[in-house]
Structure formats: C-alpha cells, structure tokens
C-alpha cells in the first residue's frame, strides 16, 4: 500500500482532552469522548439490555416453516446413525449435536444455545472495532444488533443466523488482527511467519463460515478483494492457501468418514424452486433477472423493514403479504452505499473492508437465492454491516457540518427508542405463550390445525409402533413434537395423481400411516382453504380403493387432523 493510501486508512484518533480543544470540538467528537471515557460501562449496559431482550423474545416453540425443526433433527441423525448433515450447510447442525448430546430433543434447551451466540455475537463486534472506529459508531452497532426485534427474533430460534453472525464476527475479529499487522517491508516468508498463527484461524474460521451458510462462500473473495485493492498481494496469497488447506481437511476428513457429498449445491441454486428438484433451472438471463428481482425486495423492502424505516406499524417478523418493492428506493439506496464505501477508503480501512465484504454478501445472496425464498433472515446476516456502513456514512457527513450534528443525533435517539419500542411490543405480545409454554402448554400460541397436527404427531410417537413410518406434511415438526420419531415427508404432490403410482411410491418408503391435517394455507384466516397435497394424494384411493384406507385417530373437533392406516 502506497504512503498516501496508509495515512488515509488510518483509523481516526480521539481529540486531545485539554479543556481549550474541547469547548472547540463539535458534538460528534463531544459524544465520542464521552463514550470512550465510559467505554467498558457503556457496552456492559448494553450487553445487559440484549440479554434482556433475547430473554423477554424468547418464543419457545418451533416455527411453522419447518427449517429450524430440520436443523435439530439434522443434529439428531447426526448423533445417533452417523449421517453427515451436508445439505443447507453441516456447520450449524454440527454445532448442535453437542448440546443434542447434552439435553437431547430439548427445543428450550437448544434455542438457548442460540441466546449465547447473540451474547457472543455482540462481544466479539464490540472487541473488533473497539478503538478501529469511532466510539460513537460503534455504540450505535452494538445498540442496534441489541435492541432490533428482527435480530432478537433469531436469537430464539434454531435457525443458523444467530450462529453465522457470532462465527463471522470472530471472522472479522481475525481478519482485522491481521490488517493491523500489515508491514509492506516484509519478506513473503518473514510476512508468514510473523503472522502464522491469525493465518491458521483465519482459514479455519472461514471454512467454519462457509460450510454454515453455502452462500458464504462468497466472502473469501470479499477478502481478497480488499487485499487487492490495497496492493496486499502476500496477504491474497496467504489468505487464499489458508482457506484452501483448511477447506481441504475437511473435504478429507468428511469424505473419509461420511462418505462424498452427494448433494450438488450448485444444482440446487440453478432451480427455480429450491424444493422441486423436478422443476426447472434457470438459465443466465433467469439468473440476471434472479439478481435484480432479489435486489429490489430485499434492498427496498427487508431492509428498510429491518432498520424500522418502512412499515413502522407492522410488527409481524415473518408477514411477507404486504411485500412492495420500490426499485427506485432501491437503486437510490445502492448510490449512498456506493457514495458512504468511497467515504470510507478515504476515512477508515475497517469500514471499508466492511463494506466490500458486505457488497460481496449481498450480491451472493441475490445471486444464489431463488426468487420466491422472500424470507427476511436471508439478509438478515448482512444487515449489521448493512447499518455500519450506513450509520458511518452518516456521521461522517454530519461531522463535517456542525448544523446538522444535533439533528444527525437526535433522529439517531429517535430510532433507537423505536427499535426499543417495537421490541417492547413484541415481547408484551410474547409474554403469555412464553409464560404457558414454560409452565408445559408446549402447544400454546400455535393455532388449532398446527395444535391438532403437532399432537398428532406426539400420539404417533406414543401410540405407534416405533417401527411404524408415519407420512406428515412437516416432518421435522413432527420429529420435535413426536420426541425423535423419524417420519417420511410429503413435500409436493404430483400433477393428477394416480392411485397405484401413489400407492407404489408410499410402499417403496414403507409407509404405513398417514397424518392427514387441514393446515390452513393463510396462517391467519380459517376460510377453508388447506395445504392440500396429502388430500390431491389420497382423492384418487378413496375412490378406486377405499378399501385400504382405515381412520386410526382423529385430533380435534374445527380444523381437525386425522390419522389413517394403509393396507397394500
């Protein structure tokens, strides 16, 4: 890196404290010699109010997409038949075998686990850019992955978000290690050498990143992106056979021991749908138009929604109904990203080196996620950079003018009170089925066709031969309620189904019993419309075989869910 590139990149220095300099400074450098004086205090209030948020959000139970249901189940298999949890991404599943190991199918137990990743996830930011950015920065970060009810939400959930954010935070810590101890003089091996160690972590948790998230695979290049642009080419290189060494252990060792993984990832992102791997794959104008499709929503929608900037009223983290992209919104938002990136090259090397790993993150997502996957846990673990960068940007523009200093920090109160008030809300809202859960009402909260589902499913469990194989809509929820029992899933249904070749396919996975349930197709309205690919299935034998179809057990008097026999 060139002289003139180092000195911009240093990180800003506080003002001396003389009392002349500082009736001089402006309320920015005011705050931030506030805070650094209080440094420790500030972030172990903070640290407190994030515990206290994950702790009055918590939601005991499993969520209705199934994939927080899957991941527990993936750890079980793990544990108990050896069988590598390759697909989404074994990292997360892995981790989790050691507390399955310890509490077993214990869903409060394991989401518990995700409560200290949010912990470690916030005490690792806070020693990263601790002294790398300005204080008053950085408190904002912290405040804002403490207080945000989106953020809070996962840090309750067995979803791999909570996990992927405490895992890159460390990769960020190390990464950051490493720029601090950049020196141009040295030789490729004395660069090592020196260096050694960070570089052995660095590839190690890096791998740990990428085999969490399969998306993640893109931030190894955000990093040698970066190196590039600041001419560390002995950095690219390190940086690159780190990674592959590690990368390649443990491509040896899973392959040793699991056997090849069979699951073709990139096959899996082609898909138009991810769950109809009989479907269509898209080509490369479906992949551009993928891109900006995915840009539009979650850049003018998700994320405004997440920084409490659109939809204010609507506290409902998974309601994707009222979904409007502005692609103007949108295109503007990518400008003051682009403008606040350049900012920082000239200002701070942290931020920038946030910024283009965030660019990278992000682009990987619009790219490899499909279309009608409009969750907002998708972005969710580019959005602390996402405001970083942001909030940065903005306070370095309003450094600059004192005029506007007091309303840069005022609107910044305003919005913390915001996400402090709609967290709030949430967890009003959440008091009473967190209290009846844990008084032992485990299906308290769930609406009466997932209540009369889930103990359907508890009843296969405790009524049915272990050997029975039960087919369910949701098998992962059905695992969690049915106390590790392994139940066949039923995903899709074919187009005009045939009886015999149902019939066939259901034989050929030995099923035995059917949970027939009337799941509601609106999660809010019982209007009499149902998931009904189990139904289309069963039309066609109860009409030309109706003989082999025998009610075991019904659940429920309104939304009822029934269980019937098979008999070949």
């Known amino acids: 890196m060139s002289k003139k590139v180092q000195q911009q990149h240093k990180p800003q220095q506080p003002a001396k404290k003389t009392t002349h300099a500082h009736s001089k400074l402006g309320l920015l450098d ?5 805070l650094e004086a209080r440094d420790k205090k500030v972030f172990y209030g903070l640290l407190i109010l994030s515990t206290l948020f994950s702790l009055l959000l918590f939601d005991s139970k499993v969520t209705l997409g199934g994939d927080d249901s899957s991941y527990i189940e993936r750890a079980w298999s793990f544990l108990k038949d050896g069988k590598f949890p390759y697909f989404q991404g074994p ?21 518990f686990v995700s409560v200290f990743c949010q912990l ?29 009810n989106f953020i809070q939400y996962y840090a309750s959930q067995t979803f791999t978000e909570t996990f992927f954010l405490f895992i890159q935070s460390i990769c960020l810590f190390i990464t950051f290690k490493i720029i601090d101890n950049i020196k141009s003089e040295d030789s490729l091996v004395d660069g090592f050498k020196q260096n050694y160690k960070q570089w052995l972590l660095f590839g190690l948790m890096f791998v740990i990143l990428t085999i969490s998230k399969s998306i993640a695979f893109v931030t190894i290049a955000g990093v040698l992106i970066y190196f590039v642009l600041n001419k560390n080419y002995k950095q690219v290189l390190y940086a690159i056979v780190a990674f592959a060494v590690f990368r390649l ?13 069979e699951t073709n990832q990139l096959e899996m992102m082609l898909r138009v749908d991810l769950y109809k791997p009989q479907g269509a794959h ?25 920084l409490n900037l659109r939809l204010l009223s609507n506290l409902n983290i998974l309601d994707n109904d009222t979904i409007s992209p502005l692609p103007a919104l949108s295109y503007l938002s990518t400008i003051i990203l682009g403008i606040f990136t350049f900012i920082s090259y000239k200002r701070n090397k942290f931020i920038f080196f946030s910024s283009i790993y965030l660019i990278v993150l ?64 949430n967890a009003k809202q959440n008091a009473v089925a967190l209290k009846k859960n844990m008084a032992g009402d485990m299906f308290y909260g769930y609406t009466p066709d997932w209540e009369n589902f889930l103990k359907m499913s508890q009843y296969c469990a405790d009524s049915l031969p272990d050997s029975s194989r039960v087919l369910s809509r949701k098998p992962a929820m059905s695992f969690i309620y049915g106390h590790g029992k392994e139940f066949v899933g039923q995903f899709d249904a ?17 099923v035995k019993y059917i949970i027939l349930a009337n799941l509601r197709q609106n999660p809010k309205k019982n209007n009499g419309h149902v998931i009904n690919n189990i139904h289309r299935m069963l039309y066609p034998i109860t009409k030309q075989y109706p003989q082999k179809l025998k009610l075991v057990k019904t659940i429920g008097a309104d939304e009822n869910c029934e269980l019937y026999q098979i008999d070949y």
């Open 30 to 34: 005011r705050l931030n010699e506030w």
């Open 91 to 111: 990292g997360y599943p892995v981790f989790l075998s050691l507390f399955v190991k310890m509490f077993g199918i214990n869903v409060v137990a394991l989401k």
């Open 120 to 148: 470690g996830f916030v005490w690792v930011t806070y020693l990263t850019f601790r002294k790398r950015i300005p204080y008053l920065v950085l408190f904002a970060l912290l405040a804002f992955i403490s207080v945000n």
């Open 249 to 261: 252990l443990y491509f040896a060792i899973t392959t040793a021991l699991f056997g090849r993984n």
């Open 282 to 306: 898209v080509d490369f104008s479906g992949m551009i138009n993928r891109f900006f499709t995915n840009f539009n929503t979650y850049i003018s929608w998700h994320m405004y929604r997440i």
């Open 362 to 425: 992000v682009a990987g997502v619009f790219f490899g996620v499909q279309e009608n996957n409009m969750q907002s846990r998708l972005i969710i673990i580019a959005m602390p950079l996402i405001f970083l960068v942001l909030f940065y940007g903005v306070y370095e523009i309003a450094r600059r003018n004192s005029s506007i200093q007091f309303i840069f920090v005022l609107f910044s109160v305003i919005m913390l009170f915001v996400s402090i008030g709609k967290s709030a809300i």
């Open 494 to 510: 074919p187009n005009n189904p045939n009886a015999d070749s149902v019939l066939m396919g259901w034989k050929k996975n030995n």
